[in-house]
């Protein structure tokens, strides 16, 4: 099954991955009001998309829902948690121990989707050997014998600008093979590695300038 899964994701529209895990946190909380089917209709008219293109998205994950029925919410849950690798647990690593990276390691809801930090790093002296949230907290210098002990996957990127690519630089050598970024820099990565963007300034600049567009029109109303 898991094997079916990871050759089906590289099928997957991004646009789709991104909208799954609406849908998943939409079906989710139908079964804690007690509902056992939802239509692709009622997914669509809770996340603004249209209903076709709902239906489009699940037949990704290869499950059929039942004319005039809709999909059993249990087995969508089911399919969408595997599916997404929220059923498997990820080893990560967080570089940067600031007031971002902090949040994070604070954040335990992450290992509910699967991401486990086990420990960050941080260049500040002072940071070393303490720990956020049960989570150590090392100096950049102990990557390597940290590595071989946790043998981490994924590592959050959440270090100053300028540090980004160096640092970047520095986990891929120490086989990190995909990296969470937060930061806005567009770091450079081999081909077999792969790179997630979550620039908050970038969404931060598209509600600011649709929040401008919306008090233009009603100045002019």
Known sequence: MANEIDKQNWNVPEPTLRRL????????????????????????????????????????????????????????????????????????????????????????????????????????PELANTFINGIPVYHISELGTKQKLHQATIGVLTVPVNRAQDVTNVAIANEIKAIWNFTPFRIQVPPTVVVQNTSMYAHLAVMFNRLNAVEKIEDKI
């Open 21 to 124: 895990p609406w849908y998943l946190a939409f079906v989710k909380l139908l079964k804690l009001r007690g509902e056992s089917h939802v239509s692709s209709t009622q997914i669509a008219k809770e996340i603004s998309v249209d209903s076709s293109k709902v239906a489009k998205d699940l037949s990704f994950v290869n499950i059929a829902g039942k004319t005039r029925v809709g999909y059993d919410i249990n087995t969508l849950i089911d399919v969408l948690d595997e599916f997404l690798g929220f059923t498997t647990s990820h080893k990560a690593f967080l570089f940067g121990v600031g007031s971002l990276g902090a949040a994070l390691l604070r954040d335990s809801g992450l290992t509910q989707y699967g991401l486990e930090i086990v420990a960050g790093f941080d260049v500040r």
